[in-house]
């Protein structure tokens, strides 16, 4: 596997500004010929970093971005869609892999290995098998040698340089040294191949490795150059993954954000009655790898999102169901997701609902933008409200919206806020039992193939 490098954000920005005056004085009156000339700032336009996982088609030979897609090891054709049962000496292989770079900077990648996480015993079983899982890189069962060996599963899993590591430049750039060890677009690819080590005894039967992901993390590299050198990013950090399974863990991991991108996955139920969450920083919580099961997710009183915070939740809700839970119980009276003064929320495809009398579910305070994609929202005390843009904005691309009791609007704003909402979902995935979406001291104003609920 070749080394890259990697790196993320630069700002191209430049600056001239001139000012030309020109004076005369003439015979004995006072009188001053003048004339002036400017330029203005040329545009400031910020790079983009953006990197992506991608597997190659054998068929066609495109690489496609792996997406949410899960990596499945390769079969024989007679074999195709049975259940791979590891045994002692057998070898299996990923598809093709590489790393692109999306983006127009230079960056720096890792690709890590995931899936250590639950309790205590669930993380030494899972160790344990990894412990006889030996990893290569090549294509055919000859490359199964000492020479193309990354190392075990379970080394992999907890080296924090990952499986590959490097740097990418961008689309149409040039190593500047010349050395090789730098990709250009994206890194060569590669084919893993997983073996199960021959001396591997029956301690292993039947145990389950589930779970096990590829996490890619870049950030900016040293190569764009500002007005002085290419060193002003030197310090640049990768975004962190920390896995969580019960409540304790998951308050630590909000608690010791360390100023980059963290990225909390929690593949576990957690439940904490009565308990508030804050978070402070860029935070996503990852709920896709959460079993689908109705409830499955987090349960606790409410989650404030700190001002200038930043929190994503990402989930894998289907219709129908209550998974990808984010459960705020025993919040009467009290707002349950709170987006506070210039905070960012963004909920995708999560199932968030609230429990008791007079409380709101979802509250955007003043500057702050919350986006909904996709998900199911819903209140079950009366009088309660599920959207409350409280001088903030709440921006709903796609989901369901559930009020319940003979009081309470799903949706109500004040201060100034605002929710943009499609005609589309507004007329077919929003319901309460008194058909109140709105009360009275709010208007909906057309705006294309969207409604924006105002105050009057």
Not at 38 to 65: C, F, M, Y
Not at 159 to 174: C, H, N, Q, R
Not at 378 to 396: K, Q, R, Y
Request: charged share 20%; proline share 3%; hydrophobic share 35%.
């Amino acid at each position: 596997m070749t080394d890259s490098k990697n790196t993320k954000r630069a700002f191209l920005a430049s600056a001239l500004s001139v000012v030309l005056c020109t004076a005369m004085f003439v015979g004995s009156t006072f009188a001053w010929f003048t004339d002036s000339a400017a330029t203005s700032v040329n545009k400031i336009q910020a790079g983009n970093l953006k990197i992506a996982l991608e597997t190659k088609d054998d068929k066609t030979g495109e690489w496609k971005n792996v997406g949410e897609n899960p990596l499945a090891f390769v079969q024989l054709d007679e074999d195709a869609g049975k259940d791979i049962l590891w045994e002692p000496g057998c070898t299996y292989k990923l598809p093709e892999l590489r790393i692109a770079n999306k983006g127009n900077l230079a960056l720096k990648f890792k690709l890590l290995v995931n899936g250590l996480s639950g309790t205590a015993d669930e993380e030494a079983a899972v160790a344990d098998l990894a412990e006889v899982i030996d990893v290569y890189t090549g294509t055919t069962k000859n490359d199964v040698a000492d020479a193309n060996k990354i190392g075990t599963l379970r080394e992999l899993m907890e080296d924090a340089d990952g499986a590959a590591y490097g740097v990418i430049l961008p689309a149409d750039e040039d190593d500047p040294d010349g050395e090789g060890g730098i990709s250009v677009e994206a890194t060569d690819g590669y084919t893993l191949l997983f073996h199960m080590q021959e001396a591997a005894g029956n301690k292993y039967q039947d145990m389950n490795l589930d779970g096990i992901s590829f996490t890619v993390i870049a950030t900016q590299y040293t190569y764009e150059k500002d007005s002085f050198d290419d060193q002003y990013d030197a310090e640049a950090n990768y975004p962190q993954t920390t896995n969580v399974a019960d409540a304790a863990s998951l308050e630590n991991a909000l608690n010791n954000i360390s100023g980059v991108p963290v990225t909390i996955v929690i593949d576990k139920d957690i439940y904490q009655y009565g308990k508030s969450l804050s978070v402070n920083g860029d935070v996503t919580i990852d709920l896709t790898q959460m079993e689908q099961v109705n409830d499955k997710g987090i349960t606790v009183s409410t989650i404030t999102v700190n001002p200038n915070a930043s929190l994503t939740i990402d989930g894998s809700w289907v219709s129908g169901g209550r998974a990808s839970h984010v459960g705020l119980s025993g919040n009467a009276g009290k707002e349950g997701l709170v987006a506070s003064e210039n905070s960012t929320v963004a909920l995708n495809n999560v199932h968030v609902a609230s429990s008791g009398s007079s409380s709101k579910l979802i509250v955007a305070k003043p500057g702050a933008k919350i986006t909904v994609e996709g998900g199911y929202y819903s209140t079950s005390g009366n009088p309660s409200t599920v959207v409350f843009a409280d001088g903030g904005t709440v921006e709903i691309i796609d989901g369901y919206f559930r009020g319940s009791g003979n009081q309470g609007p799903v949706f109500n704003v004040a201060n100034g806020g605002q929710i943009i909402i499609p005609k589309a979902i507004y007329n077919s995935k929003v319901s309460q039992t008194t058909n109140q979406k709105i009360p009275a001291t709010c208007q909906l104003v057309e705006d294309g193939e969207n409604y924006i609920i105002k105050e009057k």
